[in-house]
């Protein structure tokens, strides 16, 4: 099975600030890394997939990168919403499709 | 607007089984591949299955595999999961989950259910 590593687990942050969050892959995996927010009690909610493309309705703020074992989700002049936990979630053909351990953005 | 509804869930010992199902609305439901996945109290996110949007294929996270069956009906928009055997450790939320791409498999999921709540006790 691919593992996925996301850093940090937790950060702090304050509002209008940037952050980047890195998830590494222990294998290539091209582009198939998606990025999710998890708001406490709330459902997870797709940001970006294919590593870089936004999904729709998206704050274009939130951005990711990267390529085969390594990838950022980069959030850019943080909101008071965007405090939250972030996933990343590998999809490459060979399942299963893993999530990373997760990141916790606190408002610093 | 796409809806997805869990049920199902609620309190079993350990050992014996509970089946959740998935109602989708809002969308052609057989044409998308279809995922659970479930959160343990206070934890992380875990992939446990999917289905092909006709049924043709199925896989499993290892933790569940022989334990946990997913089904679908694509004439009445339901997803299943079947879970037998069940362990303390299956203790979580379960969402069910649409691939975001027509046909084939992404595995990037673009509308979640609510979830629904299976917890694992003596």
């Known amino acids: 099975d691919i593992q996925v590593t996301q850093s940090p687990s937790s950060l702090s942050a304050s509002v209008g600030d940037g952050v980047t969050i890195t998830c590494r892959t222990s294998?290539?995996?091209?582009?198939?890394l998606n990025w999710y927010q998890q708001k406490p009690g709330k459902v997870p909610r797709l940001l970006i997939y294919?590593?870089?493309s936004l999904q729709s309705g998206v704050p274009s703020r939130f951005s990711g990168s990267g390529s085969g074992t390594d990838f950022t989700l980069t959030i850019s002049n943080l909101q008071p919403e965007d405090f939250a936990t972030y996933y990343c979630q590998q999809s490459y053909s060979t399942l299963p499709f893993t999530f990373g351990q997760g990141t916790k953005l606190e408002i610093k | 607007q796409v809806q997805l509804v869990e049920s199902g869930g609620g309190v079993v010992q350990p050992g014996r089984s509970l089946r959740l199902s998935c109602a989708a609305s809002g969308f052609t439901f057989s044409i998308y591949g279809m995922h659970w996945v479930r959160q343990a109290p206070g934890k992380g996110l875990e992939w446990v299955a999917v289905t092909w949007y006709d049924g043709s294929n199925k896989y499993y996270a290892d933790s569940v595999k022989g334990r946990f069956t997913i089904s679908r009906d694509n004439s009445k928009d339901i997803l299943y999961l079947q879970m037998n055997s069940l362990r303390v450790e299956d203790t979580a939320v379960y969402y069910c989950?649409?691939?975001?791409?027509?046909?084939?498999?992404?595995?990037?999921?673009?509308?979640w259910g609510q979830g629904t709540l299976v917890t694992v006790s003596s």
């Open positions: 294998q290539n995996i091209n582009n198939y």
């Open positions: 294919a590593a870089s």
């Open positions: 989950a649409r691939d975001s791409q027509q046909w084939l498999l992404h595995g990037s999921l673009d509308y």
